[in-house]
């Protein structure tokens, strides 16, 4: 043995030398052949392409090292990159580096082509009236459904050229080679049956190898098709989500409008853009295969089986396809409505839940955990009797479409298969060979067999795919539901997005967002508002609340503005018509173009503080990248921070970029004054500082000012504290007449104004000298009590209340006293 492997061994090594041997003597005179100067440029090339590919090698290094260098750096500053062509290119974290993804926004093209789909859907898909989409519209099998599926389908796959098209094409080919495949394995496993029917071990043995072989390539081919089906799902889903976040985050503060204007979505956009979308796509994906394949399978197989079983057998086959899908869509639960509900009290429950951690310390403070535990399980229960419901309206469905698709259908392709055997007239392929070619007993039997198993396994993929293609008609109907609530969405976002707010054949409602017929103005050098009224806005169609009838004013450079008024007058409303959050019902309002640097800055009552360093909260809403490229360092941060009387937080926190849930770590009055430290950063002409020193302490608000003045801000302060007039130059009063709607715009320090101050003072006084009655009265009232105390001959100590009053010296009138004492001094 050892002999004999010794020699196997030096027979191989021989033929590789000889091998070797062979080529090298070629290659040798060749070689010899050729001239010098061959040789020489020969030589030449393979130095130059040896020294150009490694230099091409270390630059491309480089160029990554750099780019790694980069995203790095993006992605710790929450910076991206902006291109000329309005693209934008943004670095993620990934493995241990980071991945670049460059994203094209939607051009502003594409949404008014859009639009018609979105808001003029054709009439005869019962959408709403031809101009406005009803969200009312059942989600089921209809031609609503075909419609909001096709113009979704527009914006997944917008060319015939795109990647998703790409990645269909790639999916449909494995789906029919799948299909080719079946039809391969149903003819083998006829054979194999065959063979070991008949003995025959060789070809037995042939075809099981055959079989193995054909195994691991249809393994290979499922598993590309389920990866193909994600790809294309993911890649549904990522076109979908930008589209969407183009539309949703942009200068029209859609955002904004949706939940407080327009309401067609609900409180928020939110569980539809994470989990419908979602569902959605996979669902798209998936029907691809669950409907395209089967479809492909039943007219392959079909025409298979017509070859072997005869024309009868395909007509038996086709009517009792359409007879099972009538008796299913007959019988079948509206899905779609079903899951669109489920959706939205999906939605309902998770937003409670968003709602609580937001607001935890406010909950915490006022121990409302029983409270929100109410709601949270309400909720739930909801949620959970309409999934039960549902449930158990499938049991039922599953039964009878379980009993149909494999128990009635086997026992009717039993009755297929036999065609051939007993009405060989009419059984095609099948009956002829049992008419003529094998007449021979033993022969017939076996081709008998061959021809069953073979049929047999046709059918059952034949069922397999039938019975696909009707459990499919539910996952259509869940679709449906999906897609109802995905095109809502883009339909609403596209409304907002265009103002398309107009009711045929009704008139509009006073103040509804289709009475909107007022002109906002950027680009003015100061603000400016002309017989405006101020609105409080309700949700499409019904009309808004007027808060003022009709408001003009002018603040020009350097004239400072203070709002005053009682709460919920409408203060803040100001703010949000000149912001363009609320629309402008009537009049004219004049603003400057940008928003921040060189224009207006809005402060908004609740100060936010955004996700991310310490640095990304003083300059928010810029970015690093956006800082550096204004020239600005943290030398001029910590200078922000100083004059907000915030010096010490870059030490305290641990540096400028610490990352800290910003929201908990600050206290409120640190909040306010780190919204003072952005304006001062961003220094713009202009700003709306709404209620943001009311948790300042009064000596620091007035530095504040002061500070925002010399910098050169126009201020427009929303405020209920008279001690702010100081700093401004005109006030305007809101809320003033018996209905509450009037108001005043006086010039602070004005004959008018000095009157104004003296007949409150005169009142003060008033106040002052009941006060003092009040002191003489109260001494009286105590030489009384005292004798009455002695009465008994022992002295009894004064009641507590007395006692306390006494002690603190001077009592509840002395600090009656001290209060209209201040006041008096603040006026
Ligand atoms: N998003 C909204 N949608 C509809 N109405 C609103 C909305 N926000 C506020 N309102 C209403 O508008 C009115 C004015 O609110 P606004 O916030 O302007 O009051 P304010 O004068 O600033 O009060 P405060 O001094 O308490 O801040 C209130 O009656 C309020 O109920």
Not at 172 to 193: H, K
Not at 223 to 230: G, P, Q, Y
Not at 280 to 296: E, I, Q, R
Not at 722 to 742: I, P, Q
Request: proline share 3%; glycine share 10%; net charge positive.
């Amino acid at each position: 043995m050892t002999v004999q492997s010794t020699l196997r061994h030096s027979a191989a090594e021989e033929a590789i030398a000889a091998f070797f041997e062979k080529y090298n003597t070629l290659f040798r005179s060749r070689l010899r052949n050729t001239t010098r100067t061959s040789r020489l440029l020969a030589t030449l090339a393979l130095a130059t392409s040896i020294i150009l590919a490694a230099e091409g090698s270390r630059r491309w290094w480089k160029r990554k090292h750099v780019e790694n260098e980069q995203g790095r750096k993006l992605v710790r500053t929450n910076s991206w990159l902006r291109h000329k062509d309005g693209s934008r290119t943004i670095y993620v974290p990934y493995k241990d580096g980071t991945s670049k993804v460059v994203i094209h926004g939607t051009k502003a093209l594409t949404f008014e082509a859009h639009r018609r789909l979105f808001l003029n859907p054709p009439r005869v898909s019962g959408l709403g009236d031809g101009h406005v989409p009803s969200a009312q519209t059942k989600p089921g099998l209809n031609l609503a459904f075909l419609h909001q599926f096709l113009s979704l389908m527009s914006i997944m796959i917008p060319r015939w050229t795109s990647k998703e098209a790409g990645l269909l094409v790639s999916h449909g080919a494995f789906l029919m080679l799948r299909t080719y495949l079946s039809l391969v394995v149903a003819r083998l496993d006829g054979e194999i049956v065959r063979d070991l029917v008949a003995g025959n071990g060789k070809l037995f043995l042939w075809g099981l190898l055959k079989w193995c072989g054909l195994g691991g390539f249809a393994s290979y081919t499922n598993a590309m098709i389920k990866f193909l089906e994600s790809k294309v799902s993911i890649a549904f889903r990522t076109r979908l989500t930008r589209y969407i976040h183009d539309l949703y985050l942009n200068d029209n503060l859609n955002y904004y409008k949706l939940a407080n204007l327009d309401g067609g979505v609900g409180q928020g956009a939110d569980q539809f853009i994470t989990q419908d979308l979602t569902l959605f796509c996979a669902s798209a994906a998936n029907l691809y295969s669950s409907l395209g394949k089967p479809f492909v399978d039943i007219c392959v197989f079909n025409y298979q089986l017509y070859r072997s079983l005869g024309p009868l057998a395909l007509t038996g086959l086709l009517s009792n396809y359409f007879l099972t899908a009538s008796i299913l869509r007959r019988l079948s639960p509206p899905f779609g409505k079903l899951k669109a509900v489920e959706g939205r009290k999906e939605g309902d429950f998770r937003g409670l839940h968003a709602r609580l951690i937001a607001n935890a310390e406010e909950i915490a403070f006022y121990g409302g955990a029983d409270m929100e535990k109410t709601f949270l399980n309400k909720e739930f229960k909801s949620l959970k009797n309409w999934m039960e419901g549902i449930y158990m309206l499938k049991i039922r469905y599953n039964i009878l479409e379980d009993f149909i698709l494999k128990y009635s259908w086997s026992a009717y392709g039993y009755l297929l298969s036999s065609l051939p055997v007993f009405l060989p007239a009419w059984g095609g392929l099948g009956g002829a060979s049992e008419r003529g070619e094998h007449r021979e007993k033993d022969g017939r039997e076996r081709t008998r067999m061959k021809d069953f198993i073979t049929n047999k396994r046709l059918m059952l993929s034949l069922a397999d795919a039938g019975g696909r293609m009707m459990y499919s008609i539910k996952d259509l109907s869940e679709l449906a539901g999906y897609t109802s609530r995905v095109y809502t969405l883009i339909s609403t976002l596209h409304r907002a997005h265009a103002n398309a707010y107009y009711v045929r054949g009704r008139e509009n409602e006073l103040y509804s967002l289709s009475d909107v017929q007022g002109t906002i103005q950027k680009g003015f050098d100061g603000v400016r508002l002309e017989n405006v009224p101020i609105v409080a806005p309700a949700l499409w169609p019904q009309g808004g609340d007027e808060l003022v009838e009709s408001l003009s004013l002018v603040v020009r450079r350097g004239d400072h503005l203070l709002i005053s008024g009682s709460n919920g007058v409408g203060k803040s409303a100001i703010a949000r018509v000149i912001a363009g959050l609320w629309p402008v019902y009537r009049g004219l309002v004049s603003r400057p173009k940008n928003i921040g640097e060189d224009g207006i800055m809005f402060l908004p009552q609740r100060p936010y503080l955004s996700i991310g360093t310490l640095r990304d909260q003083v300059i928010y809403p810029d970015g690093e990248a956006d800082m550096r490229e204004k020239r600005k360092s943290e030398a001029d941060l910590k200078r922000a921070l100083e004059q907000a009387r915030l010096g010490y937080l870059p030490d305290r926190e641990g540096g400028w970029d610490t990352r800290k849930e910003w929201k908990d770590v600050l206290s409120g009055g640190e909040k306010q004054r780190l919204a003072i430290a952005r304006l001062l950063y961003h220094e713009p002409q202009y700003a709306f500082i709404d209620e943001g020193t009311s948790a300042v302490s009064s000596d620091v608000e007035g530095l504040l000012y002061e500070t925002c003045k010399e910098k050169g801000i126009t201020l427009i302060t929303i405020s209920t504290r008279a001690s702010l007039k100081k700093y401004h130059t005109y006030n305007l009063v809101l809320g003033m007449g018996e209905r509450g709607d009037e108001w005043d715009l006086q010039r602070i320090g004005t004959q008018r104004e000095k009157m104004h101050v003296e007949r409150e003072l005169q009142e003060l006084h008033e106040r002052l000298s009941q006060v003092e009655k009040w002191k003489t009265r109260h001494e009286d009232i105590e030489k009384e009590l005292a004798k009455v105390w002695v009465e008994g001959g022992d002295e009894v100590s004064p009641p507590p209340y007395l006692k306390t009053e006494e002690e603190e010296g001077g009592g509840g009138s002395t600090a009656a006293l001290s209060q209209v004492e201040t006041d008096v001094v603040s006026v």
